[in-house]
């Protein structure tokens, strides 16, 4: 049972990561720690409600962290997101 437990966990790590909008999030929320989603929007030129879904899904795979100040929330990549970011640099 324990087993099945940590797929389950690493199945949400992956499909976390498993589209090209989150992939080419994480790289800039690496390289623009604290980016809004508003200026990940206008950044990758995408519609605001995609990228907050994407981003929802980074941040619930652990890949994201979000931090509320005031009106906006600012997210920056975790350590897990880092060693994906590796992962996927490798397989390149």
Do not use: C, W
Request: aromatic share 8%; charged share 25%; proline share 1%.
């Amino acid at each position: 049972m324990h087993r099945l437990k940590d797929s389950f966990r690493l199945q949400t790590i992956v499909k976390g990561f498993a589209n090209h909008y989150r992939i080419d999030l994480l790289k800039l929320i690496n390289v623009r720690p604290g980016i809004t989603v508003e200026d990940m929007s206008q950044s990758m030129k995408a519609n605001y409600k995609t990228i907050s879904v994407h981003v929802r899904q980074l941040h619930s795979a652990g890949l994201v962290r979000k931090k509320y100040m005031r009106s906006s929330v600012h997210h920056r990549i975790t350590k897990r997101g880092f060693m994906v970011l590796k992962f996927l640099g490798k397989l390149e």
